[in-house]
């Protein structure tokens, strides 16, 4: 089973970017899709984007769409999630998720989590 460790949250201002990586350890990364998801305060657990194998299919929630760019780089075993554009709404734990099988939007379909990385958007 893969390991995933996520990092670059932070505190940013509105309008602002960070750029958050998944680094996998245990397993070649290339062997799965990697998803991101994010919990809101008080919220469910929702999918922000998923990117495939090879990294040539990707998908995203509406409410990221033309913000937030899903990437990866094989060799590194890493894949990014780079968010412009932030809005306090967008504030929320992050976690990215390793699944085998297909590009999933439901948390359930994925078995390998990171810890998750706190982003903090202020307004």
């Known amino acids: 089973q893969v390991q995933l460790v996520e990092s670059g949250g932070g505190l940013v201002q509105a309008g602002g970017s960070l750029r958050l990586s998944c680094t996998a350890s245990?397993?070649?990364?290339?062997?799965?899709?990697v998803g991101w998801f994010r919990r809101a305060p008080e919220k469910e657990r929702e999918f922000v984007a998923v990117?495939?194998?090879?990294?040539?299919?990707?998908l995203y929630t509406d409410s990221v769409k033309g913000r937030f760019t899903i990437s990866r780089d094989n060799t590194k075993n890493t894949v990014y999630l780079q968010m412009n554009s932030l809005k306090p709404e967008d504030t929320a734990v992050y976690y990215c998720?390793?699944?085998?099988?297909?590009?999933?939007?439901?948390?359930?379909?994925?078995?390998?989590w990171g810890q998750g990385t706190q982003v903090t958007v202020s307004s």
């Open positions: 998720a390793a699944n085998s099988a297909a590009m999933a939007v439901r948390s359930v379909d994925y078995n390998s």
């Open positions: 245990g397993r070649t990364l290339n062997l799965y899709n």
């Open positions: 990117i495939s194998r090879s990294g040539s299919s990707t």
